[in-house]
């Protein structure tokens, strides 16, 4: 149980055009997911809290405008990489909330490797 | 938000027990302690989560002192395969925003 998925797993768009990565929980419910980014070599950097219904929000530096989150379902979350340019290039990855309301763990998914040329 | 510290790196040898500590000083009351393992171009993986004491499942063991300031997570005789990063964060507890801010983790190498 706890299984989280992404897609795509991978994608290469050109400089300019916008990118859409999904993140669902396949098998609970999730109110809360997390948005990360990683760059090679270094750790996970929280980007955003998704709630369902509700605004987005987005850790310090982090550009709304640029990175658009949509947690319409409680099983879905979107992250759109507008206007994508090279220095967007990273390992994108989504968490989101499992348990009850005393203890909560996070559950990965796989992660998207995003390549803007 | 809580902040961990954990050691840079660590080697050990295929079969050894290994054991990573992570400080944790300014840990909330209701805050759990959570081990992930993250192998390259992975997302990371659920080991274990504690809130004090000793909890132990198929793959590891985490021991959590009373005072909850540290907490170690020991990997039973290695193999190859465990070579990966550990992150330990805290937080997660009833109230809790949820929020899991990543260190920069412990990369465990594994010779054979």
Redesign the interface.
Known sequence: GAVVSQHPSWVICKSGTSVKIECRSLDFQATTMFWYRQFPKQSLMLMATSNEGSKATYEQGVEKDKFLINHASLTLSTLTVTSAHPEDSSFYICSARHGTSRQETQYFGPGTRLLVL | LAKTTQPISMDSYEGQEVNITCSHNNIATND?I?W?QQFP??????II?G?KTKVTNEVASLFIPADRKSSTLSLPRVSLSDTAVY?CLVG???G??????????TTLQVKP
């Open positions: 759990y959570t992930y171009s992975q997302g990371p993986r659920f989560q809130y992150y997660d507890g009833e809790n925003t949820g929020k899991l801010i990543f260190g920069q983790g």
